[in-house]
């Protein structure tokens, strides 16, 4: 008989094949690269969990806010499985402590890719072991606290330009990588086939940001 461990017991799931569980929560720092396969299977688990979570995620959005239109349920499903939710959430149920770590440190970094993509090869061990029936529960549970409507309107230039693109042109935007320059990278933002604004930052997701925020300013000044 499988006893629970400390985690299972925190995520209300147990594990049939343990191997899973222990594969997620161990660090690839734990592996040699050239030697051992396990680190691959780890950053597979990692792979998997993501798309599971979007998957989950969207259809939770649709069925929890079946009157909002397309714009809102894109920003929310960012909101919901960007970095720093999944390291808040990592957080909650102390993974940090649960995880095994190399090179000899048994402090983990609370880094958000550690934490973050150790939450996302939890949930695919879940359902590689369960199902999905399983791994939604976990997530409902897990992602419970973050579905508030409030929460999910964060006002950023690319959520406010989303919603705004969404009312007046019917599709969302997108950003296309120009170039990276001396001091960051220049991202251009298109509405269908038109390209409406370039922007420049040190990172591409700061660049699209000032893109977003120049769009903006350009349809107020419109109106």
Same mark, same amino acid.
């Given at each position: 008989?499988?006893?629970? $461990?400390?985690?299972?017991?925190? &995520?209300?799931?147990? !594990?049939?094949? =343990? /191997?899973?569980?222990?594969?997620?929560? $161990?660090? $690839?720092?734990?592996?040699?690269?050239?030697?051992? $396969?396990?680190?691959?299977?780890?950053?597979?688990?990692?792979?998997?969990?993501?798309?599971?979570?979007?998957?989950?995620?969207?259809?939770?959005?649709?069925?929890?806010?079946?009157?909002?239109?397309?714009?809102?349920?894109?920003?929310?499903?960012?909101?919901?499985?960007?970095? +720093?939710?999944?390291? %808040?959430?990592?957080?909650?149920?102390?993974? #940090?402590?649960?995880?095994?770590?190399?090179?000899?440190?048994?402090?983990?970094?609370?880094?958000?890719?550690?934490?973050?993509?150790?939450?996302?090869?939890?949930?695919?061990?879940?359902?590689? /072991?369960? #199902?999905?029936?399983?791994?939604?529960?976990?997530?409902?549970?897990?992602?419970?606290?973050? !579905? /508030? +409507?409030?929460?999910?309107? %964060?006002?950023?230039?690319?959520?406010?330009?989303?919603?705004?693109?969404?009312?007046?042109?019917?599709?969302?935007?997108?950003?296309? !990588?120009?170039?990276?320059?001396?001091? #960051?990278?220049?991202?251009?933002?298109?509405?269908?086939?038109?390209?409406?604004?370039?922007? &420049? #930052?040190?990172?591409?997701?700061?660049? %699209?940001?000032?893109?977003?925020?120049?769009?903006?300013? +350009?349809? =107020?000044? +419109?109106?």
């Amino acid at each position: 008989m499988n006893y629970p $461990t400390p985690l299972e017991e925190i &995520i209300q799931y147990t !594990f049939k094949d =343990r /191997d899973l569980l222990n594969q997620a929560i $161990t660090h $690839t720092s734990c592996f040699n690269e050239k030697k051992d $396969t396990r680190q691959s299977k780890n950053e597979k688990l990692e792979y998997l969990g993501d798309a599971v979570l979007n998957s989950v995620i969207s259809i939770l959005l649709y069925k929890k806010y079946k009157d909002k239109h397309e714009g809102f349920l894109s920003n929310a499903r960012s909101c919901l499985v960007k970095k +720093e939710t999944l390291t %808040e959430i990592a957080k909650n149920i102390n993974l #940090g402590v649960h995880m095994s770590y190399g090179n000899g440190d048994s402090n983990v970094p609370e880094e958000s890719k550690v934490l973050s993509n150790m939450v996302e090869a939890v949930i695919g061990a879940v359902y590689l /072991d369960g #199902g999905m029936r399983k791994v939604t529960k976990i997530i409902k549970m897990l992602f419970s606290s973050y !579905f /508030d +409507e409030e929460k999910l309107n %964060e006002k950023n230039p690319k959520n406010m330009l989303q919603e705004y693109s969404q009312k007046r042109w019917g599709m969302l935007p997108k950003y296309k !990588f120009a170039r990276k320059i001396k001091d #960051g990278f220049t991202v251009h933002v298109y509405v269908g086939k038109d390209l409406k604004a370039k922007g &420049i #930052g040190k990172s591409k997701k700061e660049a %699209e940001q000032q893109a977003a925020r120049l769009l903006l300013n +350009e349809l =107020r000044q +419109e109106t």
